[in-house]
């Protein structure tokens, strides 16, 4: 264990939270962390001799956020990593979600991270050091998944806010990474953290096919090892100079590549046309 030794970690209660949670106290670290349901955290978790603070927070309330955040720094004596890994996943096609489905999946995977930056960083900016992971997905870098695109706009999100946010507090010391994790072995798929659309459209097949792919196939057999992301998480908080980007497991690799090859491909073949729509200055 090296300095940043407190950590506050969203959406704790289960999934890739929880395993972090619980590898942190394992490793002497002092955690705060987060749910909407504190009886399930606090049973999951089990006291850690004042080192562990579960905190109930809705994400979608600033002072919430902000009341979390000073009790905090207030009871754990600081804050150096802060995590922002809650989140949901919202299937359904664009024309089939509801305006109040769509916002509600943005309120927490990109209004929820905004809020606990915005009350994190004075603390951060005057200390002068820190750490920020923000958890999005494979599907935060590639959007070619039916049926998962409000859920991919919240992730990209995350990320283009990421950018613009590390290279703001890069002053002040402090380093963020957004992390694109593939398919891990979570409750990500259950019914409980994902939204199904309420009115689905027959005409949509592909997004049943997805739906019933990731219900029936992909829930359960994820490749990925939670334990092992955790862990990689805490290592890359220590790391001289970490990642920006940071993806997790082979598919996640895997689709990435594919992407950033497609998009070469297509610059490529768009570049002379593409460069040629400046003004001709006389």
Known sequence: MNSKNIWFVTGASKGL????????????????ATSRNLEELKQAVPPSAGRFLPLHMDLGNEESVQQAIAITISTLGGLDVVVNNAGYGQLGAIEELSDQESRKNFDVNVFGVLNVLRSAMPH????????????SSIGGFTGNFPGWGVYCATKFAVDGLTESFAAEVKPFGIHATVVHPGYFRTEFLSAGSMGKPQHPLDAYQAVRDSQ???????????????????ALLIEVSEAENPPLHLFLGEDAYQLAEQKI?????????????ATATNFVEA
């Open 212 to 230: 019933a792919q990731h219900e029936q196939q992909i829930n359960g057999n994820q490749p990925g090892d939670p334990e092992k992301a955790a």
């Open 17 to 32: 939270g929880l395993t972090l949670v619980q590898q942190l106290l394992a490793h002497g670290y002092s955690v705060a």
């Open 261 to 273: 090859a497609a998009v070469q491909r297509e610059l490529q073949q768009w570049q002379e046309k």
């Open 124 to 135: 951060l900016r005057q200390q002068g050091t820190g750490y920020v992971f923000n958890i």
